[in-house]
């Protein structure tokens, strides 16, 4: 039942962001919580919290069972998850997932399969989660360049829905997106541009269309030999190019 917005928000509410996080390695070595779908490093984000990911970290269990009631499921559903079985920290995500939805009656089968061919035959292709009852998909994002338009583009524009290798795996075609979006790529002027940012973010949350868990991060170690260390704010990595030694 996934096609009722009260049925995703259900799953935001519910879903246990602690879990999540620590599914990846905690605080310190995994992240941060998640409440938006762009990370604090993509031109434009704000901060905002739809679904009470940051007071109430363990999931609302009591505005779930009410989102339940609204789209005609107050007992609950049955759906899918698929995951990347070769990456341990998305396996553990997907069971920290099962094990908080379950709570609130949302029953969900587990489905792994190779990064290989995740995008290309599983969770990529909406024509077999349309056939096999999916209705998650765990996924990572990263763009090719932090701005509004470089992330959410092939994520939540209908236009990039694709029969395979399809990376918009909410099938979202929200015309206030796909809107947005456009207005994004006919604008030149910087400021207007990058107020673009939040607007999508806010509209696709509040579709319900993505749950966003975590803003994954590396925890590295830095020899003190180093010299010229610096993080590059486009992309919130190390600029390797220009290290040296002491």
């Known amino acids: 039942p996934l096609n009722n917005v009260h049925c995703r928000m259900a799953i935001e509410y519910a879903a246990s962001k602690t879990n999540y996080v620590d599914a990846y390695g905690g605080p310190v070595a995994g992240g941060s919580i998640a409440s938006t779908v762009a990370p604090p490093n993509v031109i ?7 679904y009470n990911a940051i007071t109430q970290p363990g999931g609302d269990v009591s505005a779930a069972k009410e989102q339940l009631k609204l789209c005609g499921q107050p007992n609950g559903f049955t759906t899918g998850i698929t995951y990347r079985s070769d990456r ?34 599983f969770a990529g292709v909406p024509k077999y989660e349309a056939q096999h009852d ?15 338009y470089g992330f959410f583009y092939y994520i939540a524009d209908g236009k990039a829905i694709s029969p395979a290798g399809n990376t918009n795996l909410a099938q979202l075609n929200d015309p206030k997106v796909n809107s947005l979006l456009a207005k994004m790529a006919s604008t030149n002027n910087a400021t207007t ?3 673009y940012t939040s607007q999508i973010d806010m509209q696709i949350m509040k579709d319900a269309a993505i749950f966003p868990g975590v ?28 290290l040296g030694v002491k």
Request: aromatic share 16%; charged share 15%; proline share 7%.
């Open 88 to 121: 341990p920290k998305e396996v553990a995500a997907a069971q920290g997932l099962q094990a908080s939805l379950a709570r609130v009656g949302i029953k969900t089968s587990l489905h792994g399969f190779p990064t290989g061919t995740y995008d290309s035959n």
């Open 193 to 195: 541009r990058n107020s």
């Open 134 to 148: 999916i209705g998650i998909s765990f996924y990572g994002w990263a763009p090719d360049w932090p701005d509004g």
């Open 44 to 50: 434009g984000q704000k901060h905002f919290d739809l």
């Open 215 to 242: 803003y994954a991060k590396s925890l590295l170690y830095r020899s003190p030999d180093l010299t010229n260390v610096y993080v590059q704010p486009y992309y919130g990595m190390y600029n390797y190019a220009v």
